[in-house]
């Protein structure tokens, strides 16, 4: 049954490799390729937002396994997307440097 008090945000939403009809929701100059569940959990955890994460495929790409976090309405603000990509461009360039 939906929760119409949670947000759902979908790591579809990140990647650059997805066209924007597939999926994407960010601009390609925010977008990270191939993001990954561990990655949106630190963004979001970063945040300081409290969330689920669950698999499941994203219902344009039903055949691909993707997965989301759900966030309560109370805690998101307009720019959480945006704010979480960010965050994620951030932990994925300091785990590169980190394995150079």
Partial sequence: MKD???III???YFNS???RKEGR????NKSIKNPTAELLSKAAKRL???FEYKD???PKRNLVESGYIS???KKIKSKTVSELASAMSLIKNKD???NS
């Fill in 25 to 28: 929701r960010l601009p390609l």
């Fill in 4 to 6: 119409y008090n949670r």
């Fill in 17 to 19: 490799a997805l066209t």
């Fill in 96 to 98: 590169k440097n980190r």
């Fill in 48 to 50: 300081n937002l409290t």
């Fill in 71 to 73: 966030i309560k309405k």
């Fill in 10 to 12: 979908w790591l579809d």
């Fill in 56 to 58: 499941a495929p994203y």
